[in-house]
């Protein structure tokens, strides 16, 4: 999929080039005759004025776990229900064998249930037992995966379970135990066990031969070849003699994960996070954080550790979460990104919401549990940053990583219902982390929207408790974000910091992303205040949307970024760490955002670059003088990037997209500009353009 959107961007380029000219306009629609063909702006970037810093961190990420994101996206397994542990609590039509086929072909006779005498892991407490009456023909279990498992011709994959002779031959029902060739099971006595890829149809794609192991849990791995490219292949495994298996956590990897890590992430997926470049990642919710109930809040010590011995569990969104992708897989990621980790831990209370059946409202944990559930708070950090003789910096030595993680940055709560009870449990967390790991950054939480009860408890209750930064989200209009600019130029410098943990403008057209992307110049300009700014939510399989809009669609093959990934990626990667003082005129209009053009000029000390990113909403294209005010050597060249199309129009892949997908898909296209201290630059309707300089 990437290779097919550069190709297409390319041409596209070579239209906005000519666009570049101010020439050509970009799409049919038609202009009212009264309307100017071009505007004529005016900008004067005052480099020789002093800049106000920028948040180094302000552009990140938010990931949560719904939309499938990662179980069947992110997360490179491609069994579903790998540890037959799926149950009704998920879903009214599951159970523990859901997603598992029993196989019984030409004579073969078997059958499967499910047991928990002797598990693998008291957290992990369920597995399936398959037992072989008649092995004539081909007997054992199937697993279709996420919606069918993708496999590429040549490439390769591994499968591992656990399996445990359970008796070979005969059971031993109620008769004494007298005959031990019928009741043990003994090594290398039974027939192997035989792992395939095979199409829907039955074509075998890829096989290979497992020893079964004795009576104790052994783990069996084996690397599966795919003769042919399957979109929906299954896993199956078949027995080849009479007996019983008891068998758990199977698993079937891509060999090719993301940086090639173990229990991996999809590398495709992987890479287009990467690509928006994150300065931190935010995880792993969201409402997943605080849970369905008290019961249900997401314990980060259930997701380290071997994968079987962590404890999935049902997830908000309504599907079992396996906690494959658990807080070492994610401060992993974080470092393979090069961006900080910002986990959020639950704040002593469940959402308001809590509960299907209309809502229990807001529950609290017991005072007299908060000690250890402050500890586990605290055991977190010394986790990721304590030396690998410490306890838990230990687990992470036995994980892989020695090193500590660096974490700085710690959200406490999601959108949490600001009530007595709330405070009195976020103060204690607070106070505790502040008192032993002053050194990290608490970031509070000040309700779900961007006004309200809520919003104002939170806020004031921030103020009292001197909390350094505060969550907001907000889910609006394009029209409120465009007219909610100048939300963060009033706010109070000497209040706590601002993270927009959430926010997006309900909706994946190009006249959403550029509203989106207008807001973000005010963060820029805001940056001081801003600390953090996620949009949310990041990805979404398409055929499981429980969110909409998202950044980034994908199914088993294709990854499909909407276009407000472009405008995220391009303010990425061109985030400055200084704003620079800045007029704008267009028309003659000299306001924040004149005639719907908005501006945001900033310095990448890195670099040493001027970055100029102008925003033109509307339908009447832009012609703009630039004046580098103090500027003693600019250019020649400047590297110019721009996102444009028809402003309805979605991305293809977006489920909504339907008839309204834009014909290629649309991104951020790259060519170059001769600049001077001062030059011209021409902003097509509809447009984002993103002008990189060098100055001295
Ligand atoms: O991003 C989707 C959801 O929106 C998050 O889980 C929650 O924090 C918000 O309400």
């Known amino acids: 999929m990437w290779t097919f959107i550069s190709k297409h961007a390319l041409s596209l380029g070579v239209i906005l080039n000519a ?22 702006a005016k900008i004067t970037v005052h480099l ?28 490179a397994e491609l069994v579903r229900n790998r540890s037959f542990d799926f149950s009704t609590v998920e879903n009214s039509q599951w159970n523990a064998l859901t997603g598992w086929e029993l196989i019984q072909r030409n004579g073969g006779r078997a059958s499967v249930n ?27 279990l199937s697993n279709g995966g996420f919606d069918g498992i993708a496999v590429k011709q040549g490439e390769t994959y591994d499968v591992a379970l656990f399996a445990r002779q359970l008796y070979h031959e005969r059971r031993w029902g109620g008769r004494p135990t007298t005959n031990p060739a019928i009741m043990q099971p003994q090594e290398g006595k039974a027939g192997p066990l035989i792992a395939r890829l095979e199409t829907k149809e039955g074509e075998v794609i890829a096989q290979v031969s497992l020893a079964l192991p004795p009576d104790r849990w052994t783990r069996l791995t084996a690397t599966l070849t795919a003769q042919r490219t399957v979109a929906d292949a299954r896993l199956v495994l078949l027995m080849t003699e009479r007996g019983g298996l008891a068998i758990d956590m199977v698993s079937l990897f891509p060999t090719k994960t993301f940086k090639d890590r173990a229990n991996g992430l999809r590398a495709d997926l992987a890479q287009a996070i990467a690509d928006l470049k994150p300065k931190f990642v935010r995880f792993p919710g969201g409402c997943l954080v ?13 997701t380290i550790g071997p994968i079987e011995t962590r404890k999935g569990q049902p997830n908000l969104w309504r599907y079992h979460q396996s906690m494959g992708l658990g807080y070492y897989e994610y401060f992993q990621f974080c470092e393979d990104i090069g961006a900080k980790p910002l986990p959020v831990v639950p704040s002593g209370v469940s959402c308001k919401n809590s509960g299907y059946q209309g809502g229990i409202g807001q529950r609290a944990v017991p005072l007299e549990q908060m000690p250890a559930y402050i500890q586990d708070i605290l055991d977190l950090i010394e986790w990721a940053n304590g030396p690998a003789d410490s306890t838990w910096g230990a687990k992470r030595a036995a994980a892989g990583h020695p090193e500590p993680f660096g974490l700085k940055y710690l959200g406490v709560g999601n959108e949490e219902h600001i009530t007595p009870e709330f405070e009195e449990r976020f103060e204690m967390i607070h106070n505790a982390i502040k008192a032993k790991h002053p050194e990290i950054v608490v970031i509070g939480t000040v309700g779900p929207g961007p006004s309200g009860d809520d919003y104002d408890k939170g806020w004031a209750f921030a103020d009292k408790l001197k909390v350094p930064v505060v969550d907001e989200h907000y889910y609006e209009s394009p029209e409120w974000f465009l007219q909610n600019v100048k939300r963060y130029d009033a706010y109070d410098r000497a209040k706590s910091k601002v993270y927009i943990g959430e926010y997006a403008s309900r909706g994946n057209s190009l006249h959403n992303a550029l509203a989106e992307a207008a807001y973000m110049t005010a963060l820029e300009r805001n940056g001081d205040v801003v600390q953090f700014a996620s949009y949310a939510p990041l990805i979404c399989k398409t055929r499981h949307v429980h969110w909409y809009p998202d950044l980034i669609y994908f199914d088993n093959e294709r990854v499909m970024p909407s276009v407000n990934y472009a405008v995220q990626q391009m303010f990425s990667v061109n985030a400055g760490d200084a704003w620079i003082p800045h007029t704008l005129s267009v028309d003659g209009a ?6 719907g053009v908005y501006l945001s000029s900033v310095r990448e000390s890195a670099s040493g670059d001027v970055i100029l990113k102008l925003v033109n909403v509307g339908p009447t294209p832009v012609r703009a003088e630039v004046s580098l005010g103090g500027a003693t050597s600019v250019g020649p060249q400047a590297s110019v990037t721009v996102l444009t199309g028809d402003p309805t129009k979605l991305n293809a892949g977006d489920p909504r997209a339907g008839s309204n997908a834009a014909e290629t898909p649309m991104t951020g296209v790259s060519s170059t500009l001769q600049v001077g201290p001062t030059f011209t630059v ?15």
């Open 290 to 302: 605080h849970g369905n109930g008290l019961g249900n809040a997401y314990n980060w010590k259930d």
């Open 682 to 696: 021409d902003a097509s309707q509809h447009s984002l353009t993103v002008v990189r300089l060098k100055t001295k």
């Open 590 to 595: 000299t306001d924040a955002d004149p005639k």
């Open 19 to 40: 666009i570049g000219t101010g020439v050509a306009p970009m799409t049919a629609t038609a202009q009212p005759s009264t309307r100017p063909a071009v505007m004529s």
């Open 48 to 75: 020789d004025q002093p800049a106000k810093p920028i948040s180094p961190d302000l552009f990140g990420i938010f990931f949560e776990d719904l939309n499938h994101s990662a179980e069947g996206g992110l997360y």
């Open 114 to 140: 499910i047991d928990a005498a002797e598990p693998i892991h008291p957290s992990n407490p369920t597995y399936a037992v398959l037992e072989v009456g008649d092995a004539s023909g081909d007997v054992g």
